[in-house]
């Protein structure tokens, strides 16, 4: 049978319909990437105006521009299901002039995920971007976009230092008409010497009766006074760093073995120096020490049994003086010799220049000590050659750190001048002293000038005489009335100048401490042993 021919509007194998149906949504297409493209321009200018106002002010969203945003973003997804795969593209960004840290990191993302990314790289919006965007971004608003920018950043910087005053300059706020108000000053020179010029009476040397050249004469000597102390300040330092460190040497040349501390009564005591204790008990490091018979252990619990069994609650020897709860106990070397020894050892960790450890049938000691219910505690001690030849009263003297500052230094040096006095002889501490001990002896011998001085009522004043009534020998008094400067030489002749302000700091400090840290002569029951 023939066929029949097909009309041109006929579909009956559905060829012309499909034909028709990809012309039409060919068309749709490209309407799409035209609305795209005009939405991706608009996107871009509108990045480009918040970023160049993002320092002056913030830019708030309105829900028209979420709605526009959304349709965008519901636009461009249709547009990548429909349209055909397009090559990812770079185009460059451009920076507004506000370098916040948010914008410039948000920059950056977006640069790494179009890197990264193969599909088609979205702008700071979220649009596909087209040739028309690209050729958008340097067109001519850019310049308008960089103008509006600075000249906002102008206004803010002009508002922020519109508050700040305007400075004044030297020649407009100062009077160089000003003058001195004394009558008859020029003005010129300063009461220190180192100005040119004066303006008040604080700093006018003919109100002070001096002339512009005294004045810079006495600025000159103060100036060398200062640098001969400094000077002097340092070479101490120096002496002392130096000292120091030939301690720590000796130290160390007579063993690594020092011991640290002591366990003394109740007191744990930290050691200064090192003390020949014999190695097996110096290589411990920690002592412990019956605080009555002075005996050392290795251990507490040789301690704790050592104490139960311990018989002394007072040191050896004869208590020659008692006044309340102080007493000091005379100890011979001969007759007591490991007492005497074990005290020359705890001396040592105090002191840096004892050097007697063990010879000690020559001497005599005084154990000062403070009563308590469970005896009588060891405070400090001083020692004295049976015969001397240079007459020295004090040989070794130390107070125990736990009763330093507090007045029985001065209570040890007072009763070996009481024991002088007994014997009627002139004392002298044997050098060398140490440092501690030198200031404990200089104070003393101040303290006791000073009390003469005030006692005085004569016109006329003998050193000798001041030595035989308070048995001082008279090369102390001499030293410590120069470091008065209470001793002048005048026309050929030694005045000693009669202080007051000094006396009368002694007498407020005196009455301000009492009368309980001192010896009372009274209370010695004493007789010199023979042979002295």
Request: net charge positive.
């Amino acid at each position: 049978m023939p066929r029949r021919k097909r009309n041109a509007g006929s579909s009956s194998d559905g060829t012309e319909d499909s034909d028709f149906s990809a012309d039409h949504e060919h068309t749709d297409r490209i309407e799409t990437y035209g609305r795209t493209r005009r939405n991706t321009r608009l996107t871009r200018a509108s990045l480009r105006l918040s970023q160049s106002s993002q320092d002056s002010s913030p830019v708030q969203t309105s829900p028209a521009e979420v709605v526009t945003f959304s349709a965008r973003r519901v636009t461009r997804s249709r547009s990548l299901q429909q349209g055909p795969p397009v090559t990812p593209k770079k185009y460059p960004l451009r920076q507004s002039r506000s370098s916040g840290s948010d914008t410039e990191q948000h920059v950056e993302d977006l640069k790494r995920a179009a890197d990264q990314d193969e599909s088609l790289p979205r702008t700071p919006t979220g649009n596909a971007p087209s040739s028309e965007s690209d050729i958008d971004v340097s067109s001519p608003n850019a310049s308008h976009d960089d103008s509006l920018a600075k000249e906002l950043s102008l206004k803010d910087s002009g508002s922020d230092l519109s508050h700040r005053p305007k400075r004044r300059r030297f020649h407009e706020s100062y009077n160089f008409n000003m003058k001195c108000p004394t009558p008859g000053c020029n003005s010129q020179g300063h009461l220190t010497g180192k100005h040119e010029r004066h303006f008040s009476i604080s700093g006018c040397p003919l109100f002070h009766n001096l002339s512009v050249d005294e004045c810079k004469t006495r600025a000159s000597s103060r100036d060398k006074q200062v640098e001969e102390r400094t000077l002097s300040h340092r070479q101490d330092e120096n002496r002392h760093d130096t000292r120091h460190q030939e301690k720590l040497q000796g130290q160390v040349a007579e063993g690594s073995n020092m011991i640290k501390t002591i366990v003394f009564g109740r007191y744990e005591l930290d050691t200064w120096y090192h003390s020949p204790y014999p190695e097996e008990y110096a290589r411990l490091g920690r002592l412990y020490m019956c605080e009555f018979c002075l005996k050392y252990m290795k251990s507490q619990t040789i301690l704790r049994r050592h104490m139960a069994k311990c018989v002394w609650k007072h040191p050896p020897g004869d208590e020659i003086y008692r006044k309340g709860n102080i007493s000091v106990f005379e100890v011979d070397g001969k007759k007591n010799k490991i007492y005497c020894q074990n005290l020359c050892l705890l001396a040592k960790l105090f002191l840096d220049h004892k050097t007697l450890y063990y010879d000690v049938e020559p001497f005599l000691f005084y154990v000062m000590t403070e009563a308590d219910n469970t005896g009588c505690h060891l405070v400090g001690y001083f020692s004295k050659e049976k015969n001397s030849f240079l007459n020295y009263n004090v040989s070794c003297i130390l107070t125990m750190p736990q009763y330093m500052r507090q007045g029985y230094g001065k209570m040890l040096i007072d009763f070996s001048y009481l024991l002088s006095k007994v014997e009627e002889k002139v004392g002298s501490p044997e050098r060398p002293l140490s440092d501690l001990g030198l200031i404990s002896y200089r104070s003393y011998w101040k303290e006791v000038l000073l009390r003469y001085l005030n006692q005085f009522q004569g016109t006329e004043i003998s050193i000798k005489e001041i030595s035989q009534e308070t048995a001082v020998n008279p090369v102390d008094i001499v030293s410590t009335l120069q470091s008065l400067q209470m001793l002048k030489y005048w026309k050929g002749k030694h005045l000693v100048l009669k202080r007051q302000d000094l006396i009368d700091d002694w007498k407020a400090k005196e009455t301000k401490r009492g009368s309980s840290k001192t010896i009372e002569p009274t209370a010695l029951k004493w007789t010199p042993p023979k042979g002295t």
